[in-house]
């Protein structure tokens, strides 16, 4: 049997936060990591970019790329969780 690999919290900065990758495929992929409990309860995700967003719009970014990209249902008690982890910069 495996043992489970327990990491430490971090913060996670993704550069370009409001680009089509992020959108795509990181925002999503971090979601379904946090959905599996892969997440460590403390990690932060922090979005850095030039536009002029704050914090709400970014979650609110974020929401709207689950829906369009996620091909699955965006589970309640997991999004709270997941959008209270981010935050937003800009650069």
Same mark, same amino acid.
């Given at each position: 049997?495996?043992?489970?690999?327990?990491?430490?919290?971090?913060? $996670?900065?993704?550069?370009?936060?409001?680009?089509?990758?992020?959108?795509?495929?990181?925002?999503?992929? $971090?979601?379904?990591?946090?959905?599996?409990? $892969?997440?460590?309860?403390?990690?932060?995700? %922090?979005?850095?970019?030039?536009?002029?967003?704050?914090?709400?719009?970014?979650?609110?970014?974020?929401?709207?790329?689950?829906?369009?990209? $996620?091909?699955?249902? %965006?589970?309640?008690?997991?999004?709270?969780?997941?959008?209270?982890?981010?935050?937003?910069?800009?650069?």
């Amino acid at each position: 049997m495996k043992d489970k690999k327990t990491f430490k919290p971090c913060d $996670l900065v993704i550069y370009g936060a409001l680009g089509d990758l992020s959108r795509r495929k990181l925002i999503i992929s $971090l979601y379904r990591l946090d959905n599996a409990n $892969l997440l460590e309860p403390d990690t932060r995700i %922090i979005g850095v970019d030039r536009h002029d967003f704050d914090k709400d719009q970014f979650i609110e970014t974020a929401h709207n790329s689950l829906q369009e990209f $996620l091909n699955d249902t %965006i589970q309640g008690e997991v999004w709270v969780r997941f959008s209270a982890r981010l935050n937003y910069l800009k650069n």
